[in-house]
Structure formats: structure tokens, C-alpha cells
């Protein structure tokens, strides 16, 4: 099984504070994704990238970065948290191709960010 | 991007059949509609995919009519672990989509 594994489940930042969040994948796919969810907004995409050193913005971007050296590695940072950052932040990532099934999304298990 | 619909919140009970339908007016014509189903404090997982007509897996089908605006989840003799909120959303390939606020599902005893 693919798995998505996020380096932090739980965090408490201070306001001001740069925060990184790391996401890694084991099976080579080549997208991969950020959501932030928020109770009664469903997930909304914040970043996503189909290839190494590549990055799109998704509906959310605003405050957040990203970055992808290595193709298994995506990386979210809030470059200066703030309280309205506060939410569960989910890691997702797929194989990429047209190819039916190899676009299905798998995710990790989520951090929740704490930003007081 | 294509902009999904469903409805907020179902009830149910268990041992009944369950369908839930979504609506994707402007879905491309590559996009494979896609239902997740997310539990609370989880990643949400996939449950099935297609493209047109029928699909089923060991747990749910999923039909869409031949014009693709739609698609209805169906899931048979729900319990009270069904209990979760599920997504559709169309995909293809390299772009994703922004889910939509998904349809909460309660499964009563």
C-alpha cells in the first residue's frame, strides 16, 4: 500500500513563528498536494506540484510556500504563522497519469496545526 | 475546474441502502469522478471511481448517466461504521481539485 506519512500529527506554534510541515511518500508518485480542512469547509487545496521543483498554487495559497527537492518530499511552510492558520492540514499525493485509478489521491493522516 | 454539489448531511438507518448524489455540471471530459469517504481526525480514503454507466467494488457502486452531470454513490445495508463524511470530486491526471464541504452521512442504530 502507498503510504503518506506526515512528520508532525499535532503542533503548537507562537504567532510570528515559521513552521514546516513535512510530508513524504513511498511510491514514486509524482503529485502531490496540500489541503488545509476547517469544520464546514470541507478541504481546500492550498498547494499542489506534478514534479520535482515544480509548484502550483491551488484555491488557498496566501500565506503558505511549498517546496519539493526530491520527488518522495513536500514540503508546506507558513512563513510567519498566524492564529487564523489554526486548522488540520492534510498531505496528499497520486501517480499522475491519465490512466484510470492513477489519479486516485492518497492522503496521510494529517497535522493539526495550533497557532496561538 | 470542474464544481461539485452534494447535499449536506443524510440520515439513515442500519441495514438500509444509502445513495448519495452529486452533481458536476461542467465536468471535463477526462475527468473521472471520484468518491472518498473520511472519517473524524483522518486523511480521507478512496471508495470507488468511474467514468460512465457502473462501477461496483466490494463496498460500494457508483452510477453515472450518460450525459456525466451526476453520479450517485450507493452504499448497500449501511452500519453504523458508514458513519462519515464523503466527497466526489472529478480528477484527471496531473490537476486536482478543491473538494467541496462533502455530505455528512449519520448512520443511526
Known amino acids: 500500500d502507498v503510504k503518506v506519512t506526515q512528520s508532525s500529527r499535532y503542533l503548537v506554534k507562537r504567532t510570528g513563528e515559521k513552521v514546516f510541515l513535512e510530508c513524504v511518500q513511498d511510491?514514486?508518485?509524482?503529485?502531490m498536494f496540500w489541503y488545509r480542512q476547517d469544520p464546514g469547509l470541507g478541504l481546500r487545496l492550498i498547494y499542489f506540484?506534478?514534479?520535482?521543483?515544480?509548484?502550483e498554487k491551488g484555491d488557498i495559497p496566501e500565506g503558505y510556500s511549498v517546496s519539493r527537492e526530491k520527488k518522495e518530499r513536500f514540503s508546506l511552510i507558513l512563513e510567519s504563522a498566524s492564529t487564523n492558520q489554526t486548522s488540520m492540514y492534510l498531505c496528499?499525493?497520486?501517480?499522475?497519469?491519465?490512466?484510470?485509478?492513477?489519479?486516485?489521491?492518497?492522503f496521510g493522516a494529517g497535522s493539526r496545526l495550533t497557532v496561538l | 475546474l470542474a464544481k461539485t454539489t452534494q447535499p449536506i448531511s443524510m440520515d439513515s438507518y442500519e441495514g438500509q441502502e444509502v445513495n448519495i448524489t452529486c452533481s458536476h455540471n461542467?465536468?471535463?471530459?477526462?475527468?473521472?469522478i471520484t468518491w472518498y469517504q473520511q472519517f473524524p481526525s483522518q486523511g480521507p480514503r478512496f471508495i470507488i471511481q468511474?467514468?460512465?454507466t457502473k462501477v461496483t467494488n466490494e463496498v460500494a457502486s457508483l452510477f453515472i448517466p450518460a450525459d456525466r452531470k451526476s453520479s450517485t454513490l450507493s452504499l448497500p445495508r449501511v452500519s453504523l461504521s458508514d458513519t462519515a463524511v464523503y466527497y466526489c470530486?472529478?480528477?484527471?491526471?496531473?490537476?486536482?481539485?478543491?473538494f467541496g464541504s462533502g455530505t455528512r452521512l449519520q448512520v443511526q442504530p
Open positions: 470530486l472529478g480528477v484527471t491526471g496531473r490537476r486536482a481539485l478543491t
Open positions: 461542467n465536468i471535463a471530459t477526462n475527468d473521472y
Open positions: 496528499a499525493s497520486s501517480l499522475g497519469t491519465v490512466i484510470s485509478g492513477a489519479n486516485v489521491l492518497t
Open positions: 506540484s506534478y514534479d520535482v521543483k515544480m509548484k
Open positions: 468511474g467514468y460512465k
Open positions: 511510491m514514486d508518485h509524482e503529485n
